[in-house]
Nanobody, 114 residues
Framework: QVQLVESGGGLVQTGGSLRLSCVAS????????MGWYRQAPGKQRELVAQ???????NYADLVKGRFTISRDNAKKTVYLQMNSLKPEDTAVYYC????????WGQGIQVTVSS
């Protein structure tokens, strides 16, 4: 059974930091491209950041320079370090694993207060 379990969300003030973690089980983590997406109320889900199995990364323009995605294959975990958070970063954040099949986590709330 495939599971992606996110943690590390919560409430933070503008300018603060959070680190999200996503632990995967039931998949060959090493071969999967991993990504973080987010969905704010009334908006479509959007890509935040991705990291390939080889460690190549790409980011949405809105988060470049503030967010960093990384992975630890031994721990089957992908991270999203979020710095200089803004109220517009408030959303439910989802972890995604891409390979032959796609898998999603259940999502975790991040709220940035002004």
């Amino acid at each position: 059974q495939v599971q992606l379990v996110e943690s590390g969300g919560g409430l933070v003030q503008t300018g603060g930091s959070l680190r999200l973690s996503c632990v995967a089980s039931g998949i060959n983590f090493n071969i999967h491209r991993m990504g973080w997406y987010r969905q704010a109320p009334g908006k479509q889900r959007e890509l935040v950041a991705q990291i390939t199995s080889g460690g190549y990364t790409n980011y949405a323009d809105l988060v470049k320079g503030r967010f960093t995605i990384s992975r630890d294959n031994a721990k089957k975990t992908v991270y999203l370090q979020m710095n200089s958070l803004k109220p517009e970063d408030t959303a439910v954040y989802y972890c995604k694993a891409d390979a032959l099949n796609n898998y999603w986590g259940q999502g975790i709330q991040v709220t940035v207060s002004s």
